[in-house]
């Protein structure tokens, strides 16, 4: 008879590698966010009669 893997799943190296994985690009896209609305530059609207 075969023997059967009775570990539990966090002790196996696949979860958390696509655990962190996932974890590091939200990380990613939060941070991206972050930088975009904390340095945006103002728009600034011309005047329709300076054109």
Request: aromatic share 16%; glycine share 2%; no cysteine.
């Given at each position: 008879?075969?023997?059967?893997?009775?570990?539990?799943?966090?002790?196996?190296?696949?979860?958390?590698?696509?655990?962190?994985?996932l974890?590091?690009?939200?990380?990613?896209?939060?941070?991206?966010?972050?930088?975009?609305?904390?340095?945006?530059?103002?728009?600034?609207?011309?005047?329709?009669?300076?054109?």
């Amino acid at each position: 008879m075969a023997e059967r893997d009775t570990q539990p799943w966090y002790h196996h190296f696949w979860p958390w590698f696509v655990i962190v994985l996932l974890g590091s690009s939200v990380s990613a896209s939060l941070y991206t966010v972050y930088l975009a609305m904390s340095t945006a530059e103002p728009v600034i609207k011309e005047p329709l009669d300076q054109r």
